[in-house]
């Protein structure tokens, strides 16, 4: 497990984050359709926190896209970036799961985040975001639809419809079980929405969400217990195992 320092210049203030915002947005590449389907590595990322203890953990799980197997797996804790404010959280999380993305023993391919890309009030969310940074394809797999309006989707598997900011399509929502609630798919950057929306429905053959998602959750959340559980007392240590100095 990666232990990540946070980033000299990091913002601190929410006026310093949007400003930061407001300067990446600009490198988001949007005319690529990223790549295909069922081919190559696909990777999720996740984190959990500890605020009592002021802890996070990122996870990075890699797929084998035609798979699903596991391929490669790290994590990264770190203490808390930012304070929580909607919009922003990309704040509290890029840098650990940065480290997560650093300590892989190969190249992730497609990143899947568990958030927005597009469909945010800035138009750059978590996946743009980390997209931007590491320059990868990324797109962000949702559980709600955060600010945005939507018609609900048809009842079978595959289902869609647009995830709107007025008349602006920012994502879909994707019916990935039959007469299951919805995710809400959003281009985060070298990545087209259709490509995304196929690469979900690739991505979730049994449950509603997709399995880079949760993968990435059960692990990043297994890091968390460790890295917050509290150590035994040097002395119960030593009193455990007399050879102990």
């Keep these: 497990m990666m232990t990540v320092r946070i980033p000299a210049g990091w913002p601190a203030t929410e006026e310093q984050a949007r400003a930061v915002q407001d300067e990446l947005r600009t490198r988001v590449v949007l005319d690529e359709p990223g790549p295909p389907p069922g081919t190559g590595h696909v990777t999720g990322v996740d984190v959990a926190y500890d605020d009592e203890r002021d802890v996070v953990a990122a996870a990075a799980v890699v797929l084998d ?3 699903l197997d596991v391929v490669a797996e790290a994590t990264a804790v770190g203490r808390i970036s930012f304070p929580y404010v909607p919009g922003l959280l990309a704040f509290r999380e890029i840098p650990t799961v940065l480290g997560a993305l650093d300590a892989l023993p190969c190249p992730p391919g497609l990143v899947v985040c568990d958030g927005y890309g597009l469909a945010h009030p800035r138009r750059f969310g978590l996946a743009s975001h980390l997209g931007v940074l590491t320059g990868l394809p990324t797109m962000g797999v949702a559980k709600n639809p955060f600010t945005f309006a ?4 048809g009842a079978p598997r595959g289902s869609t419809s647009p995830l709107l900011a007025d008349t602006e399509e920012v994502g879909r929502a994707l019916r990935t079980r039959e007469s299951v609630k919805p995710v ?3 281009v985060g950057h070298r990545m087209s929405l259709d490509n995304a929306c196929a690469h979900t429905l690739a991505l979730t053959p049994a449950y509603r969400l997709p399995e880079t998602t949760r993968r990435a959750d059960a692990l ?9 559980a509290p150590r035994k007392p040097l002395a119960d240590r030593a009193a455990a195992d007399p050879t102990r100095s």
Aim: aromatic share 10%.
């Design 220 to 228: 990043c959340r297994q890091a968390l217990r460790e890295a917050a």
């Design 150 to 153: 939507y018609d609900d989707p």
């Design 65 to 67: 896209a035609t798979s």
């Design 184 to 186: 809400f798919v959003s």
